[in-house]
T-cell receptor, first 114, second 115 residues
Framework: AQTVTQSQPEMSVQEAETVTLSCTYD???????LFWYKQPPSRQMILVIR??????QNATENRFSVNFQKAAKSFSLKISDSQLGDTAMYFC???????????FGTGTRLKVLA | NAGVMQNPRHLVRRRGQEARLRCSPM?????VYWYRQLPEEGLKFMVY????????ESGMPKERFSAEFPKEGPSILRIQQVVRGDSAAYFC?????????????FGNGTRLTVT
C-alpha cells in the first residue's frame, strides 16, 4: 500500500527564520510525483511545490524548496525567511505517474511567530 | 481566470436530510475530483469524473453517496440521508488532463455539518 507520513503534527518558527517540514512516503513505484500543499485558515488548498521523481534536481519556488531523497523516500519542505502569511497546515501528497489519485499525509500545522 | 468554485461554503443539515455540494472546475478543465477531509486528517480521494462519465468512484461509500458531472453545469456531490459521520470538509479539484502530470487545483471546500 502507498502511504504518506508526516511525523510533525505541529511546528512553530520565528518570523524571518528557516523551518523544515518532514515527509516520508512508501511506494514500490518508480515513476511518481510529490507535492506540498498549503491550507491556510481560509481552507483553500494551495499548491506550493511539485517534484517529479525522475528528476534529481530539487524543486524550488522562491522561498520554498524541497530536499528529495529518493532512496530514503523522503521529501522535506524548507521554508526560508518565514513570513506570517506562511502560517497554515501543510500537506505532503504523492501520486503515481499516470494516475490521478493523490495520497495525502495528515498534515503539519505551522505557526509563524512575530 | 477564476479558480475552482465550490458552493455552498458551509452547509448544515439535520440527520436524514440530503446534502448537495456543487463544483465548477477551472475554465478549460474537464476532469473533476472530489476529496473528503475529516477533522485533523489529510484529504482522501472519493471520485473522479470527466464530462458525463464517472471514471473512478472507488473512494466513495457504497451507499447514500453519488456524484455527477453533466455536460452543462457544475459537478454535484450528493449525499442522501446524511448521518453525523458525514460531517467533514468536501473538496473539489480539477485538472487539465486526467493524470498526475497535470497538478490538481482545489476549490475552497464545502464544510458539511450534520446536526
Amino acid at each position: 500500500a502507498q502511504t504518506v507520513t508526516q511525523s510533525q503534527p505541529e511546528m512553530s518558527v520565528q518570523e524571518a527564520e528557516t523551518v523544515t517540514l518532514s515527509c516520508t512516503y512508501d511506494t514500490s513505484e518508480n515513476n511518481y510525483y510529490l507535492f506540498w500543499y498549503k491550507q491556510p485558515p481560509s481552507r483553500q488548498m494551495i499548491l506550493v511545490i511539485r517534484q517529479e521523481a525522475y528528476k534529481q534536481q530539487n524543486a524550488t519556488e522562491n522561498r520554498f524548496s524541497v530536499n528529495f531523497q529518493k532512496a530514503a523516500k523522503s521529501f522535506s519542505l524548507k521554508i526560508s525567511d518565514s513570513q506570517l502569511g506562511d502560517t497554515a497546515m501543510y500537506f505532503c501528497a504523492f501520486s503515481t505517474s499516470g494516475t490521478y489519485k493523490y495520497i495525502f499525509g495528515t498534515g503539519t500545522r505551522l505557526k509563524v511567530l512575530a | 481566470n477564476a479558480g475552482v468554485m465550490q458552493n455552498p461554503r458551509h452547509l448544515v443539515r439535520r440527520r436524514g436530510q440530503e446534502a448537495r455540494l456543487r463544483c465548477s472546475p477551472m475554465k478549460g478543465h474537464s476532469h473533476v475530483y472530489w476529496y473528503r477531509q475529516l477533522p485533523e486528517e489529510g484529504l482522501k480521494f472519493m471520485v473522479y469524473l470527466q464530462k458525463e462519465n464517472i471514471i473512478d468512484e472507488s473512494g466513495m461509500p457504497k451507499e447514500r453517496f453519488s456524484a455527477e458531472f453533466p455536460k452543462e453545469g457544475p459537478s454535484i456531490l450528493r449525499i442522501q440521508q446524511v448521518v453525523r459521520g458525514d460531517s467533514a470538509a468536501y473538496f473539489c479539484a480539477s485538472s487539465l488532463v486526467g493524470a498526475s502530470d497535470s497538478p490538481l487545483h482545489f476549490g475552497n471546500g464545502t464544510r458539511l455539518t450534520v446536526t
